[in-house]
């Protein structure tokens, strides 16, 4: 008993150490292929240069402070680091697939799930890393040019990049665990970057519509529950409402873009902030889930 014991354990040792195994060579990989340095340089001027840009247009009236900076920056991030992550994770597995490495891969001692979590992992690591960097580098920048820097402020959309970036690497590696080749991972990850960034918006309002015959973004009225619950499905607006807690300059100041705010009667349970973090996470599951069990069924030729 105790030996199957042992051998059990090891196993589970090994198991773990698989997945890890190839992450960091994916993470070797993006270094030798120069994507990382290339991100970095990205992220390091995406961070410090955008964030300097409300210093040097200011002119006349009071000097921009760190929320000006920051808040500036907000836009930037939520549109590029989506795509990098995109681009970073939709080859991850098909590229080894078109190639035949694959076949190699998964002849050593690696299972179909060690691939999947390692390389979410990896390319994870890769768009985290730059991120990182960026954000340190420019944290000097805003700490020269702006007075009243805020740490937990600064933190919070550090966090937020991260949990991001995250969530689009793992729906591209779940699109590319999917499919049999790139192309088709390409067709994958721009649909649905297109259809859950770009137009899922129009969602909501259409069935507003169909029900009032009237369209709330015009009306400025505010929403039913459901109106809202929907609009939350796509990733980047349940980021949003997590930004929303993580960084308090996020908004215009004119405008109330809380829940409270945009939501006719009392705020639903389910429209609390936790609800957002759920949906984040099955964001990052589910297509790691669906791709896992594509690529486990797919025939290797």
Do not use: C
Not at 37 to 62: K, Q
């Amino acid at each position: 008993m105790s030996g199957a014991h042992d051998t059990s354990r090891a196993e589970s040792g090994r198991r773990y150490t698989n997945w890890i195994a190839i992450a960091r060579k994916d993470f070797a990989d993006a270094a030798r292929a120069k994507m990382l340095w290339a991100l970095t340089a990205l992220l390091i001027l995406l961070v410090a240069g955008v964030s300097a840009i409300p210093y040097l247009l200011h002119s006349d009236g009071p000097a921009p402070e760190f929320a000006d900076a920051v808040g500036f920056l907000f836009q930037p991030i939520g549109m590029l680091v989506p795509i990098i992550g995109l681009i970073v994770g939709y080859q991850a597995i098909v590229k080894e697939r078109e190639s035949g490495s694959i076949r190699f891969l998964l002849g050593l001692p690696f299972t179909r799930l060690d691939v999947v979590l390692g390389k979410v992992a990896g390319r994870a690591g890769v768009v985290a890393l730059p991120t990182v960097i960026g954000f340190l580098v420019g944290s000097v920048v805003i700490a020269a040019l702006y007075d009243g820097f805020v740490v937990s402020d600064y933190l919070g959309l550090l966090a937020f990049s991260l949990i991001m970036g995250l969530v689009y690497v793992a729906i591209a590696v779940g699109v590319s665990a999917s499919v049999n080749s790139r192309a088709k991972a390409v067709a994958g990850v721009l649909g649905i970057f297109v259809v859950f960034d770009f137009l899922w918006s129009f969602v909501p309002s259409v069935i507003y519509w169909v029900f009032e015959r009237e369209v709330p973004l015009f009306t400025g009225e505010p929403v039913p529950a459901w109106y809202l619950l929907v609009e939350r499905l796509s990733p980047g607006q349940a980021l949003s409402v997590i930004a929303l807690d993580l960084i308090d300059f996020v908004g215009s100041e004119d405008v109330d873009m809380t829940t409270a705010g945009r939501i006719a009667g009392d705020v639903p349970f389910y429209l609390e902030t936790w609800g957002a973090w759920v949906i984040v996470l099955a964001w990052i599951v589910v297509p790691l889930v669906i791709g896992y069990y594509r690529f486990e069924r797919a025939i290797i030729s």
